[in-house]
């Protein structure tokens, strides 16, 4: 079944059917649902999520467009709150250089919640936008290699692919892998080892074609598994089942965590 590693049900965008949606997961084919957060207000509405629903688990960060009303009490509600049942990682976290130039505030986030993952022995959900090199040398300086964990809609080269890979990171493959204009992705899922590949919608975002502009959720999955199994060559079972193999080592997810 499908594991869908990165979704955020807490959108308002399914304040509507939210619950609808959710409970048809498991008849539908899919497994398992790590909801992420983007600022505290979604970390405390994915902590209840993951406690309506057992197959969704939770991650607990903020992200770099959020990090300039982060207080000394977020921190510490954030080093408290990860170790909550049915948290598996922090993030997502990192550099997004499109919208905002505040880079030193955002790296000092970065690494603090790094600090965080470290303490609670949890790995890291990482958002990097036009900001590669950054993001791979704080990492690095933060010896990330060494907590692990997933480099999200990933986006950038090859190259820089294998750089993260040699930490040991995943790469996140989503609905832009269907995208005509998404030549460098190919290549990328192309090259990579699937011992390194999970799968994940970035919903209500990034919906595949052929419902790209659509709001996203994880029944458009089989989506970017075809495509996948189109660029390297095996079935869509075998995609499946890889990536959600894969995905429960990421999170360390065992079937009788439920």
């Excluded at 603090?112 to 950054?134: C, F, K, T, V, Y």
């Excluded at 199994?229 to 079972?237: L, R, Y």
């Amino acid at each position: 079944m499908i594991f869908d590693t990165h979704a955020h049900y807490d959108d308002e965008a399914f304040d509507d059917d939210r619950e609808q949606i959710l409970e048809r997961m498991r008849n539908r084919g899919v497994e398992y649902i790590v909801n992420v957060a983007a600022s505290i207000a979604s970390c405390k509405s994915t902590i209840g999520l993951t406690r309506r629903f057992p197959y969704v688990y939770g991650a607990l960060g903020v992200h770099p467009d959020d990090i300039s009303e982060l207080t000394g009490e977020d921190y510490k509600w954030l080093e408290k709150n990860v170790y909550k049942p049915k948290i598996v990682a922090v993030g997502e976290i990192g550099l997004d250089y499109h919208w905002n130039d505040n880079k030193e505030q955002q790296i000092q986030a970065f690494e603090r919640q790094m600090d965080i993952a470290r303490e609670a022995g949890l790995p890291i959900i990482i958002h990097s936008r036009d900001a590669a090199q950054d993001t791979y040398e704080v990492m690095k300086a933060a010896k990330a290699d060494e907590i692990g964990g997933v480099v999200h809609c990933f986006s950038y080269t090859k190259e820089m692919a294998q750089k993260f890979m040699d930490m040991g990171f995943y790469l996140g493959i989503g609905g832009v892998i269907t995208f005509s204009n998404a030549r460098k992705l190919r290549e990328v899922v192309e090259y990579m080892p699937m011992d390194y590949m999970v799968i994940e919608t970035d919903c209500p975002y990034l919906a595949p074609v052929p419902n790209r502009g659509k709001r996203n959720d994880s029944f458009n999955l089989p989506y970017v598994v075809s495509k996948i199994a189109e660029i390297k060559g095996i079935s869509s079972d075998e995609v499946i089942d890889i990536t959600s193999e894969n995905a429960k080592k990421l999170y360390g997810i065992v079937q009788n965590r439920i």
